[in-house]
């Protein structure tokens, strides 16, 4: 009895233990040098990949990773600490819509504050504020940028395996436990003189981006990311370091290579890319609104179709499902399947 209900506890993998390990792995090795070797292209190597491909030649991997990866200096962590304590006090302080997120696996349902949008705000306030009075100067964050992400890569593994070690010894929550293979479950868990157009796009645009994200703050403890995934690896180094250095990687680049678009070009982008996240939200608010009203409510003023699907849980529980095949999720994506079959390599997979 004991071996069965053990085999009961061990969760199945969507693919193969190999490929899942592989990944994995892949991820957790790959990601951290590869966050480096983007700061290091776009600011030291004038955005060429050949460029830091000829260095590693020249050095070799090993000596080249040593040469260009920086320390996490004093200042580096001065600049995380003030920022995550000043973040934390806001998120403490301010008021916000009490938000519920959806039911969990365990069958909790998290509880939130939305007042993000609010600490942005305040944040964009306080940030413009020290700058106009002359108390902080932004640029220190460019010149200390390669320390930072090294600082954060480092801060945010060890965060990952406190997290690790905390939901096995003392859980916040029955949402915690084990799958029984310790890779998953930690994985699981002003030189120029004026601002090129270009970089007032790129700057507009992730305004846009990121308002956007807290304006529509309470969407997210819906999506599955937040309903299923724990807090490891995935989660908390990807956005404490993924997130900022790749999400950036343009802004990078525009510091020292300042490209002037003209006025139409550059207006078109910035319509484009605005445009762009609008559809972006416009997809999960209908979605979001569909099975919260399940299936009861109008997309582009008519009453939506939809697939009643089922899927089968980790636990091996049966569910149900409603499929939106109306309004931004067309008939047409199955005809771009058809066309398209293949998902990464062609012909391949």
């Known amino acids: 009895m004991g071996g069965a209900d053990e085999k009961k506890k061990k969760k199945k993998t969507v693919h193969s233990p190999m490929v899942t390990y592989a990944s994995m792995l892949s991820l957790l090795t790959l990601c951290p040098p590869f966050v480096i070797l983007l700061w290091y292209t776009m600011v030291h190597a004038d955005g060429s990949v050949v460029q830091t ?123 915690s436990g084990s799958t029984g293979n310790i890779i998953i479950d930690f994985y699981w868990y002003e030189e120029h003189g004026k601002v090129a157009d270009s970089m007032l796009v790129n700057t507009a645009l992730t305004l846009v981006y990121v308002t956007k994200f807290f304006w529509w703050e309470a ?50 982008i910035l319509v484009a890319g605005v445009l762009c996240v609008y559809v972006n939200y416009d997809c999960d608010r209908q979605r979001q609104e569909f099975r919260r009203t399940n299936g009861k409510c109008l997309i582009w003023g008519k009453a939506p179709s939809k697939i009643e699907a089922t899927y089968c849980t980790m636990k091996g529980e049966t569910k149900s499902s409603l499929l939106l095949t109306s309004g931004w999720y067309q008939k047409y994506w199955k005809q771009y399947c058809a066309k398209v079959p293949y998902r990464i390599i062609p012909g391949i997979y």
Not at 226 to 254: E, K, N, Q
């Open 219 to 268: 969407g997210y403890w819906n999506t599955m990311d937040i309903a299923h995934d724990r807090a490891g690896f995935y989660i908390c180094w990807g956005c404490l370091v993924w997130v900022p250095s790749i999400y950036t990687s343009p802004g990078m680049y525009l510091v020292s290579h300042p490209v002037n678009l003209g006025t139409q070009l550059a207006l078109f």
């Open 53 to 175: 491909w000829e260095n590693f030649q020249q050095q070799g991997l090993v000596q080249g990773f040593r040469s260009i990866w920086p320390k996490p200096t004093a200042v580096a962590w001065k600049i995380i600490a003030c920022f995550a304590a000043f973040e934390a006090a806001l998120q403490l302080m301010l008021p916000g819509e009490r938000v519920e997120g959806p039911i969990s696996p365990a069958g909790n349902r998290p509880v939130y504050k939305a007042n993000g949008l609010a600490a942005y705000a305040v944040t964009l306030i306080t940030y413009l504020g020290l700058w106009w009075f002359g108390i902080f100067n932004p640029a220190i964050v460019f010149d200390h940028l390669g320390e930072i992400y090294s600082a954060l890569i480092v801060g945010s593994l060890i965060f990952c395996v406190f997290l690790y070690i905390k939901g096995h010894l003392a859980p916040s929550s029955t949402d």
